[in-house]
């Protein structure tokens, strides 16, 4: 059995040497590289089952970093390492492509737990949508699964893999409610007031795309979860 490829990019050398050893210690093959300007070719040469990804990062930063791995590949898990923690980082970090989000410090433990949790959603999460093929119309939009897009009228916009998946999700259960947790525990992997605060921002964004279609709405059912109705 293969091990699980991680590109590991920070720039504090003491830190990265102590999460490297950490991780392969634990049966991970670890690439590490320490210039965001370099990341992009790693990349394409190794090919990674999933990306750790430091936001400070000289030449180029993270979250710049994140949208170029993005334009090569929609699915590989993306794991935010930050000291920040201003709301806007938040929803800058996951609008650039980001799966999960780890302010520093962090433990060894929190970090493997994130990267495992990662990975199932990925080996479960292909299965959520059941509709077929790739473009589905949803009212006045046209949804585009794999692209990742959101048109209207001529009007295209580009869905980041979080916004992506939870619309999949409310498509997959629409008329039904869908339980907080339920929706926490599969696209964050757990169900932290952190993880729910982020919850409640992607809903509002979902919300706004939604805005020209009065037919199509999500509905919160107060201390549950969502309904997803298309009138």
Same mark, same amino acid.
């Given at each position: ?5 991680? $590109? ?20 991970? +093959?670890?690439?590490?590289? !320490?210039?965001?300007?370099?990341? @992009? ?15 400070? $990062? ?27 923690? &201003?709301? +806007? ?6 609008? /650039? ?9 962090? /433990? ?10 990662? @990975?199932?959603?990925? =080996?479960? *999460?292909? *299965? ?16 585009? &699964?794999? =692209?990742?897009?959101?048109?209207? !009228? ?16 409310? @498509?997959?259960? =629409? ?9 926490? %525990?599969?696209?964050?992997? %757990? !169900? ?14 979902? =919300? ?24």
């Amino acid at each position: 059995m293969s091990k699980t490829r991680v $590109l590991y990019v920070e720039d504090e050398t003491f830190l990265g040497k102590i999460v490297k050893e950490s991780l392969e210690s634990r049966g991970f +093959d670890v690439v590490m590289e !320490d210039d965001g300007a370099n990341v @992009l070719k790693v990349f394409k040469q190794i090919n990674p089952d999933i990306c750790v990804l430091d936001v400070m $990062l000289p030449n180029k930063d993270g979250f710049t970093v994140a949208e170029e791995i993005r334009d090569l590949n929609e699915d590989v898990p993306i794991i935010f390492l930050t000291a920040k923690t &201003q709301t +806007d980082d938040l929803v800058k970090g996951f609008s /650039s492509g980001g799966n999960d989000y780890i302010r520093k410090p962090f /433990s060894m433990e929190e970090l493997i737990v994130r990267i495992e949790n990662a @990975l199932r959603y990925k =080996r479960e *999460g292909a *299965g959520i949508a059941t509709t077929t093929g790739d473009e589905m119309k949803l009212g006045k939009y046209v949804f585009h &699964q794999i =692209r990742q897009t959101l048109c209207i !009228d001529g009007t295209e916009r580009k869905l980041s893999f979080r916004e992506n998946e939870l619309l999949k999700l409310l @498509l997959k259960n =629409r008329d039904k409610i869908i339980d907080r947790k339920d929706i926490l %525990n599969l696209l964050w992997g %757990n !169900d932290s007031f952190f993880n729910s605060r982020n919850l409640d921002v992607y809903i509002t964004k979902l =919300r706004g795309y939604l805005k020209e279609d009065e037919s199509l709405e999500i509905i919160t059912i107060k201390g549950i979860g969502y309904r997803f109705v298309m009138g």
